[in-house]
């Protein structure tokens, strides 16, 4: 028998999953709605048997290094892949479970508007067939989100839900949400992130890499706003002191490719005398050693020249006039590494030499079996001055380190030294600057993301905006009702929690709505937590159990058995058909050719028969696919020519259906006929041969006669 007090309620959000039982004060679980796969490691041994489980779920994902691996169970709000929904649904009921002893609940989860009965038959099979659960029902975030805020007494609103994929516009009156004026905007929370991402990228492309998906996801929740007016809004902007007040400053993680050494000014001094100690020290060395090979000489003339060295030395220290500090030391910096890099050559060729089977020592011994030949002709040797430098070849590796070298290396480094502590401190004054390279500075952008709900053709696409949207809704019903409506308006989803949306949609219903009119915006108390906290109310309900498809029930009537209430909408149809009913039409066969899919649907007293709908899993895509096959098969010499996009064209423009299959095959062997019917189409394939143009044959037909017929 069911119980409700155990029983597990699942908001099972597009953008985070909330989990708890009946009797939670909160959700139990919190999780964003991912998965990822890991590579595996090469270096552990695959036979080894771990209990560490190959997927991470939710924030156990490092989505910015994993992004490239990341997966999910939805398509926009739709659950279409139920193998990653088994991995979430795994490490829910682990982590509820207190071990073995633990036993399936019965399960309230919530699902999109119009949820194809597909997908909710696969949440059947997986709930009931794997995990064993006693019972599920179902229902929808937004209905449970007003359930719980709405009084006693209120059975019409217009529900605005704004979420992750997208935003719905749904009509309550009565208390029954009327199914066929819903309506949805392809538009929600990842869109406007996604574009804020791209403007960042546009306007800062030296840090792309830093602006990742997380950092730009933090930035909109934390900084983005609706503005009441956006053109206006957009004029303050330019306005420099309205900038400079308002400009939101996001300063990225940076590494500075110099190490600041804060040196007080004693160690600096200290340093400095070393520096000369060392210098007086080295040029008294080589003043003795000169003097030793001259033979000696008066001490007085010594001590002059080393007075005339030292102010010589002290001297060197500066650029000659004329010449900036930074081009000098950038000069003395670059003679410094050349004789560095000769250096280092020369120690290179020594070491070779050494080597047998180098081949700077094969080329050395190939000369000196040359030279050592016993070949008798006309010796012309040195007739040519290049043919001395064969013995440069042979005593290369007896070259050393020249001592003017060396004191030339010597003196460089002691000017490097010498101007070091200067550059540091330039350093220290700088770093600040640096900071300010690797800053945001997110403007404009904190308007232009949430703007879309509003204007969605910033972005290319074709729909409507949520004002528009609105104002539709109102005018398919009569004015007695739209002003129910219009008098509880009621805002939920994640989206809502944006700040400035209640005053825009004050602003715009002033404008859409009739002088004189009433209305009243109503805020969810928690906009991202009260779907759940809606769902855990409603299987507290005395009468609960009536709604929940038991497991005998399950095997009884099939997997895509439901039960409906006023939370749930019977199941997804096609509205833009239901639209064009006539008035006095109740019965209907309703034929719908989808791109993947084509449905039989049988309608009877206004009603679906939902158990007698028919699916043909076939479409367009699966036409176009066959027409692309046979002509790559016809051309095989075109196969780069004939492409999926001019397969298409072809499909869309010239392809028809005949009244009697068999018989138009037997007009096409007729060669009047088929002469008749073709039509020679050109097809450019410069990309192959620029001077060479290949042609199709394909059948025209009189496409509108084939209608006729048809």
């Known amino acids: 028998m069911l119980s409700n007090e155990n029983i ?14 009946s009797d939670s004060d909160k959700p139990i679980l919190e999780f964003r709605n991912l998965i990822a796969k890991p590579r595996k ?49 795994d490490s829910i009921f682990n982590k509820l479970g207190t071990g073995n002893d633990w036993k399936p609940f019965p399960v309230l989860i919530t699902e999109p508007l119009a949820n194809p009965t597909y997908c909710r038959q696969t949440l059947n099979e997986l709930l009931f067939e794997c995990y064993e659960v006693p019972a599920v029902s179902y229902g929808i975030d937004s209905m449970f989100s007003w359930h719980r805020n709405k009084h006693a007494y209120e059975n019409n609103a217009l529900i605005l839900s704004l979420g ?31 574009y804020l991402f791209r403007l960042l990228q546009m306007k800062y492309p030296a840090h792309l890499n830093a602006i990742t998906l997380t950092r730009t996801e933090s930035i909109f929740h934390n900084h983005s706003f609706i503005v009441r007016d956006y053109i206006e809004e957009l004029k303050r902007w330019n306005n420099i002191d309205y900038y400079n007040e308002n400009v939101k400053k996001i300063q990225l993680p940076y590494v500075q490719s110099f190490t600041i050494n804060t040196i007080s000014a004693e160690e600096k001094l200290k340093k400095r005398k070393e520096i000369a100690k060392r ?6 060395k080589r ?28 001297k060197s220290y500066q650029p000659p006039s004329g010449v900036s500090l930074a081009d000098w030391l950038y000069d003395i910096k670059r003679k410094h590494e050349e004789l560095l890099q000769k250096k280092t050559f020369r120690s290179k060729k020594r070491q070779e030499m050494v080597k047998r089977h180098t081949l700077a020592s094969q080329e050395r011994m190939r000369i000196i079996s040359l030279l050592a030949s016993d070949e008798k002709g006309t010796d012309e040797f040195g007739k040519d001055d290049r043919d001395w430098d064969v013995y440069k070849k042979i005593s290369f590796e007896n070259e050393s380190d020249s001592e ?27 770093a600040e600057n640096t900071a300010e390279l690797y800053q945001l500075h997110v403007g404009v952008e904190c308007i232009r993301a949430p703007e879309l709900l509003f204007q969605p053709s910033m972005i290319g696409m074709s729909e409507t905006g949520l004002a528009e949207l609105i104002n539709f809704v109102f005018n398919a019903f009569p004015l007695e009702k739209q002003q129910k409506l219009a008098g509880n308006i009621f805002i939920t989803g994640g989206c809502s929690q944006l700040p400035g949306l209640k005053n825009r949609l004050l602003k715009e219903l002033q404008e859409m709505r009739p002088s004189k009119s009433i209305f009243s915006i109503k805020e969810s108390q928690i906009p991202s937590l009260d779907g759940w906290f809606g769902a855990r109310d409603f299987v507290n309900l005395n009468d609960w ?25 019977p199941v997804s149809y096609d ?24 449905h039989v649907m049988p309608i009877l007293g206004g009603q679906l028969i939902y158990k007698h709908i028919r699916r043909l899993n076939l479409g367009g895509n699966e036409m176009v696919s066959y027409l692309f096959r046979l002509l790559q098969m016809k051309y095989p010499t075109h196969l780069n020519a004939v492409t999926l996009t001019r397969t298409e064209s072809i499909f869309n423009n010239h392809s028809f259906i005949v009244r009697d299959y068999i018989e138009e095959l037997k007009r096409w062997n007729n060669i009047d006929y088929c002469s008749e019917m073709l039509n020679v189409k050109n097809v450019n394939t410069a990309a192959l041969c620029s001077t060479i143009h290949n042609q199709l044959y394909l059948s025209r037909g009189n496409l509108e006669e084939a209608k006729r017929n048809y």
Not at 279 to 284: D, G, K, R, V
């Open 545 to 569: 159990t009536k709604y929940f498809v038991t497991k005998l029930e399950y095997d009884e009537n099939g997997p895509e058995y439901f039960k409906e209430y006023s939370l749930v909408p």
């Open 287 to 314: 003043l003795k050693e000169k003097r030793e090979e001259n033979g000696g000489g008066p001490s007085g003339a010594l001590s002059n020249n080393v007075v005339s060295n030292r102010s010589r030395s002290i």
């Open 41 to 89: 490691d090469k270096r552990k041994d695959p036979n080894s048997q771990t209990n560490e489980n190959i997927y991470q779920i939710g924030d156990e994902i490092d989505v910015d290094a994993m992004r490239l691996l990341i997966k999910n169970q939805f398509e926009r709000n739709v659950v279409t892949h139920p193998i990653y929904q088994e991995h979430i649904f």
């Open 575 to 598: 509205i833009g058909s239901m639209a064009r009913w006539h008035a006095y039409e109740n019965n209907a066969l309703i034929l719908s050719l989808g791109y993947h899919t084509t």
């Open 164 to 194: 992750y994929h997208t935003t719905h516009v749904m009509p309550v009156l009565g208390g029954q949400l009327k199914h066929k004026h819903i309506r949805r905007l392809n538009l929600g929370g990842y869109e406007m992130v996604s």
């Open 8 to 21: 597990i309620v699942i908001d099972n959000g597009s953008y985070k999953c909330r989990v708890g039982y």
């Open 404 to 430: 003017t070298e060396n004191e030339k290396l010597m003196e460089y480094e002691n000017i490097l030294k010498h101007h070091q502590a200067n550059i540091i401190e330039h350093q220290q004054n700088c």
């Open 279 to 284: 210098l007086i020290e080295a040029n008294q």
